[in-house]
């Protein structure tokens, strides 16, 4: 009934920059807070960034100074601008929605399906 789709991941260099997105579609009658996490082979899934309704935020400390999350309210869509990319931040990159479908009373956590982001020289 809710559908979370990111998009953007890529391969680049190291010091370059990617914008990723990801789009929560359904019947969604709210969503609280949408964030990015990544999980890098061989290590546990990690939050990134996290953004309230209210537009309040908070990151990852690894990824301060460089990371920028945003949403737009009105499409129900969520942006993590990535600047000055690390080697260390490669990972599959996933997008989470807090999102209180249509005729529910609680919320309910969407997960997105990972997009893969490389940074290699």
């Known amino acids: 009934q809710v559908q979370v789709v990111e998009s953007g991941g890529g391969l680049v260099q190291p010091g370059e920059s990617l914008r990723l997105s990801c789009a929560a579609s359904?019947?969604?009658?709210?969503?609280?807070?949408m964030g990015w996490y990544r999980q890098a082979p061989g290590k546990q899934r990690e939050l990134v960034a996290g953004i309230t309704s209210g537009g309040s935020t908070n990151y990852a400390d690894s990824v301060k100074g460089r990371f920028t999350i945003s949403r737009d309210n009105a499409k129900n869509t969520v942006y993590l601008q990535m600047n000055s990319l690390k080697p260390e931040d490669t990972a599959v990159y996933y997008c989470n929605a807090e999102v209180r479908p249509l005729s529910y009373s609680t919320t309910l956590r969407y997960w997105g399906q990972g997009t893969q982001v490389t940074v290699s020289s």
């Open positions: 359904g019947r969604i009658g709210s969503i609280n807070t």
